[in-house]
């Protein structure tokens, strides 16, 4: 069983940061890709970031490139998403997803259903 615990989400001024962290309670964490998606009211759901199991390559939407980083811990479990120069349209539940399968050819997975296990999300909203 995965589980996966998001926090640090927070209202905030357009410009200013926050950092998501997510934990996972799982033992072969450094074998999993993580991924962060978003929802905003009456959207669907939108992939922000992904990281492959070794942490050396990462992937990002076109819309936070350059202002989002994800980075992962492998000692402590845990996947961040330092989110920097923040936008009203960065409002939204952040969702941390966990995908199970290794993939050594540096594929990052992009789609929702490509991820098996999620958190119950943290909400993020930027004020203007």
């Known amino acids: 069983q995965v589980q996966l615990v998001e926090s640090g989400g927070g209202l905030v001024q357009a410009g200013a940061s926050l950092r998501l962290s997510c934990a996972a309670s799982v033992r072969t964490f450094s074998r999993y890709t993580m991924g962060w998606f978003r929802q905003a009211p009456g959207k669907e759901h939108e992939f922000v970031a992904a990281?492959?199991?070794?942490?050396?390559?990462?992937y990002y939407a076109d819309s936070v490139k350059g202002r989002f980083t994800m980075s992962r811990d492998t000692g402590k479990n845990t996947v961040y998403l330092q989110m920097n120069s923040l936008k009203p349209e960065d409002t939204a539940v952040y969702y941390c997803a966990a995908d199970s399968r290794v993939y050594y050819t540096g594929y990052i997975p992009q789609a929702r259903d490509e991820y098996a296990h999620w958190g119950q999300g943290t909400q993020v909203t930027v004020s203007s």
């Open positions: 990281i492959n199991w070794s942490g050396g390559n990462a």
